[in-house]
């Protein structure tokens, strides 16, 4: 599957730049040219990183940040900088930045630090919350319970990271194979079979109406996808 980037910056030139490179590095490659398509960008096509300009026509790059923080979206963000610009540095990085470059950079730093960030978020699992709440249903990753109006069931370690990757890939059609290697890894080998049996428990105890489910909805011939917020 390949990493998508969404790279929110109005100087066409350093775009281009980016743009091949990254192509080159095998990722997808998405962009804005504005701070408010940016933030829209962020929220709608989900990337798996973003590099985020603080100079910004309409909305700039530190409120931008501060935008996605508010709305729970926990999607690497690496700031460009200008030089002198020292102090955003710093606030960006307090309002929940995950790193930063000063221009003129090096591509060949840069092309290291979103390895290495892609690398944790995967392992991070997205940074999905300790307590998730989907309208009247609310997960809880710590005690490994799923409540909905006052009715309480638990919930398996592996239902966990099922539900885990879904709210991290919310919206998304998530591949049985991907489900495997994410969740069983390569050493195990269950069958797709097995797969389906999880989700049928998982449904009862996450849906109102499991033979009718509203969240966790099966894509015929694919998989799954999870719809949430
Ligand atoms: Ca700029």
């Given amino acids: 599957m390949k990493k998508k980037i969404l790279i929110i910056e109005d100087e066409q030139d350093l775009v281009k730049g980016l743009r091949l490179n990254f192509i080159d590095e095998g990722y997808e490659v998405i962009w804005a040219d504005d701070g408010s398509k940016g933030l829209l960008k ?18 700039d790059g530190l409120e931008v940040c501060r935008e996605l923080r508010k709305k729970n979206i926990s999607t690497p963000i690496i700031m460009l900088t200008a030089k002198g610009e020292e102090v955003d540095k710093v606030v960006g990085l307090e309002i929940g930045a995950d790193d930063y470059m000063t221009k ?12 290495a960030h892609l690398r944790r978020e995967t392992r991070e699992n997205k940074r999905v919350p300790d307590i998730y709440r989907l309208e009247d249903l609310e997960i809880d990753f710590t005690f490994f319970k ?17 539900l885990k990757y879904f709210i991290a890939h919310k919206g998304e059609v998530v591949k049985r194979d991907v489900l495997l290697d994410k969740i069983w890894g390569y050493e195990k080998f269950p069958t797709t079979r097995t797969i389906d049996n999880h989700i049928l428990k998982l449904r009862k105890k996450v849906e109102e109406d499991p033979s009718r489910p509203k969240y966790i909805l099966s894509v015929y011939g694919e998989g799954y996808r999870f719809l949430g917020k």
Avoid at 44 to 59: A, N
Avoid at 104 to 111: A, M, Q, V
Avoid at 146 to 162: C, N
Wanted: avoid cysteine.
């Fill in 42 to 59: 962020a929220q709608e096509e989900i990337p798996d990183l973003i590099i985020l300009d603080i100079m910004l026509p309409k909305m």
């Fill in 104 to 115: 003129p950079f090096s591509i060949r730093e840069l092309l290291a630090r979103i390895k």
């Fill in 146 to 162: 799923i409540r909905r109006r006052g009715k309480e069931s638990d919930l398996t370690s592996l239902e966990a990271e099922i």
